[in-house]
């Protein structure tokens, strides 16, 4: 008979423990179950545990070790948001001090300026010929400039503003085409990179920086190829 009273105290005091240790108001503001919370259960537990069917210290080593295991999952997770608002924060700076700055983006729509020659860039990803540079608005096209034979890489064309008449065109915004033959006698397309003024820089829900030109074209930072004042 004593043996089982041992036990029933036990028991009701062990079910007092766990509610006493399920009580938020026992522990720290934190609503959340952590080490050391979890370590005084686990001694409650030990204290109160039924001397006919005690604790396996097994299982005890194993559940300590998931629970240090979250916990540095946990404070890792936490470093890297960290790092991540800083990176992001450090994007946003970058991104606004190029507001007003000219870049040089791949695209192909361009500011030009009367009375001064734009200048883009050509990249190709292999040797062409019968290599053609087009300017056009939304009239049509302003000038076809023949640019010859192409090399695998970049090459700076320099448009003066003059257009197919041979007159001064005024200042706005123009598109860029530019196309050549291959080896094989095919047309290939061209990748052009042309320079505008960056008027405003937004930061996307993901962090990300997108950079709306002159042009009213909208571009993202990865886009820029060079920076001039």
Sequence with gaps: MADNLTVNTSSTDYMAAMQQSSNPA????????????????????????????PMDPTNFISDLTQMSQLEATTQMTESVKAMTLGF?????????SLIGRNVQVNGEEFSHNQGVSSQFRLTA?????????????????????DVGSLQEGEKTIDWNGIDKYGEERASGVYNLTAYGTDENGD???????????????????DGTITLTLATGERVSMDAVREISG
């Design 125 to 145: 990803d292999q040797p062409l010929t019968d290599v053609t540079v087009v300017v056009s608005n939304e009239d049509g096209v302003v000038k076809e400039i």
């Design 26 to 53: 026992s522990f720290a503001p934190s609503n959340e179950m952590g080490q050391t919370e979890f370590l005084m259960l686990l001694t409650t537990q030990m204290q109160n545990q039924d001397p006919t069917k």
């Design 88 to 96: 992001q924060n450090m994007q946003t700076l970058q991104g606004a």
């Design 187 to 205: 047309l290939q397309s061209i990748d052009t990179v042309v320079g505008s003024r960056v008027n405003t820089v937004g930061v996307n829900t």
